[in-house]
């Protein structure tokens, strides 16, 4: 099984609907992450937790919120879906010395 | 602000060739330095990493070169193979390393 879990693998929403990724970990690390790949511009952060009661917005989390529910989930949500949220993104959860273990991703297309 | 610049973004280099994928960071307060692989459909993996007190670091085909006055480091690849076909990032911390600030990605296309 993996080490970090994303679901879904793939989600096609429509403008304007809410959604949520999630993200579950086996790796019994404190932090977790949010990135957003896009081509040309790499891995840019959403947010990240560094435990249960820690939230950190990343540099771009206009339109994003997220939720820890445990040390083990890490879930993502998009309160309203726009077009341009349409993106790879990645549930990431790291050792105290920064080292970064991503899951698969979540590709998200909105219309 | 883009605090990790990367280039190219994208190569294609024959089989046997050298890859070379160059960074350059504005932070002085970075001081750590990965780089991390990531194939189509997989998320990124740690590939290799350096810390500013060594010029050089390299594992197996894979070298990492520092330069810490020119604020720069770079990725080598010796003997590339079409296996190592994926998009690189670099990427740097500071202190702490709650966050990783990454470069904008560089696809590695390798030919037979």
């Known amino acids: 099984d993996a080490d970090v879990t994303q679901t879904p693998r793939n989600r096609i929403t429509k403008t304007g609907k809410r959604i949520m990724l999630e993200c579950s970990q086996t790796?019994?690390?404190?932090?977790m992450y949010w990135y957003r790949q896009d081509p040309g511009l790499g891995l840019r952060l959403i947010y990240y937790?560094?435990?249960?009661?820690?939230?950190n917005k990343g540099e771009i989390s206009d339109g994003y919120s997220v939720s820890r529910q445990a040390q083990a989930k890490f879930s993502l949500s998009l309160e309203s879906a726009i077009p341009n949220q349409t993106a790879l993104y990645f549930c990431?959860?790291?050792?105290?010395?920064?080292?970064?273990?991503f899951g698969s991703g979540t590709q998200l297309s909105v219309l | 602000q883009q605090q990790v610049k990367q280039s190219p973004q994208s190569l294609i280099v024959q089989k046997g060739g050298i890859s070379i994928i160059n960074c350059a960071y504005e932070?002085?307060?970075?001081?750590?330095f990965p780089w991390y692989q990531q194939f189509p459909g997989k998320g990124p993996a740690l590939l290799i990493a350096?810390?500013?007190?060594?010029s050089e670091k390299k594992e197996g085909r894979f070298t990492i070169s520092f330069n810490k006055s020119a604020k720069q480091f770079s990725l080598h690849i010796m003997d590339s193979q079409p296996g190592d076909s994926a998009t690189y990032f670099c990427?740097?911390?500071?202190?702490?390393?709650?966050?990783?600030?990454f470069g904008t990605g560089t696809k590695l296309q390798v030919i037979p």
């Open positions: 990431a959860t790291s050792e105290p010395q920064g080292k970064l273990f």
């Open positions: 790796k019994g690390h404190d932090r």
């Open positions: 937790s560094f435990d249960v009661k820690d939230i």
């Open positions: 932070n002085t307060a970075f001081d750590y």
């Open positions: 350096i810390r500013p007190d060594v």
């Open positions: 990427a740097a911390l500071s202190g702490g390393y709650q966050k990783v600030t």
